[in-house]
């Protein structure tokens, strides 16, 4: 089955600054990768999401980069804000069924 | 309500007792899922279940039996729970389909469970 693991496991950042996370898959059939934002008490909310045939999607301040080649995907987060201050969850989606594994998460800290 | 909706939000339940988690879905989706957060380890997904069918269920043990009576319904009945159960239990549903489905989901706000 699909392997998602996800780096680094906590990050800290100077308000402003950008923020990287990223995630390695191992099935090259995946084709649907997700990230999501959980914040502490909180359901996980979808942020931002590619499909295998896009190379990168931005929206605003968030912007997501695949690499089939390589597999693996990460997160840019750019400007960060205090309120970005919670756990992502990258996924990959097996390209058979519904079968979405998760990476491990990422803790991130915005510092003001 | 909207989205997706679960209850109860948290459940204290001991190894001999047998319990039920409710999910609802009011997003006209086809799949509904069960996953299990614990701390410091990956969302798990427990099972699956398109068009009222499960399609997936990931060698979980048998003390959790899930039921989907139709597609905006989701249970997950509950019993003979062992203690390293306790986690927070998450429904999602998403619209599935081929290359064209809308492959987001769309999570519950989760029932925390503790047994003791």
């Known amino acids: 089955g699909e392997n998602v693991e996800q780096h680094p496991s906590t990050l800290s950042v100077q308000e402003g600054d950008s923020a990287v996370i990223k995630c390695t898959y191992s099935?090259?059939?995946?084709?649907?990768f997700p990230w999501y934002k959980q914040e502490l008490g909180k359901r996980p909310q979808l942020i931002i999401d590619i499909r295998s045939n896009v190379g990168e999607k931005k929206d605003q301040r968030i912007a997501v980069t695949l690499n089939k080649t390589a597999k693996h995907f990460s997160l840019h987060i750019t400007e960060t804000q205090p309120e970005d201050s919670a756990v992502y969850f990258c996924?990959?989606?097996?390209?058979?069924?519904?079968?979405?594994?998760f990476g491990t998460g990422t803790s991130l800290t915005v510092i003001p | 309500e909207t989205g997706v909706t679960q209850t109860p939000r948290h459940l204290v339940m001991g190894m001999t007792n047998k319990k039920s988690l409710k999910c609802e879905q009011h997003l006209g989706h086809n799949a509904m899922y069960w996953y299990k957060q614990s701390a410091k380890k990956p969302l798990e997904l427990m099972f699956v279940?398109?068009?009222?069918?499960?399609?997936e269920n990931n060698s979980v043990p048998s003390r959790f039996s899930p039921e989907c009576p139709n597609s905006s319904h989701l249970f997950l009945h509950l019993h003979t729970l062992q203690p390293e159960d306790s986690a927070l239990y998450l429904c999602?549903?998403?619209?599935?389909?081929?290359?064209?489905?809308?492959?987001?989901?769309?999570f519950g706000p989760g029932t925390r469970l503790t047994v003791t």
């Open positions: 996924a990959a989606r097996g390209n058979t069924g519904n079968q979405f594994y």
């Open positions: 999602a549903s998403s619209q599935d389909g081929p290359w064209q489905g809308l492959w987001e989901q769309y």
């Open positions: 279940y398109n068009f009222k069918e499960q399609t």
């Open positions: 099935d090259s059939a995946s084709n649907y």
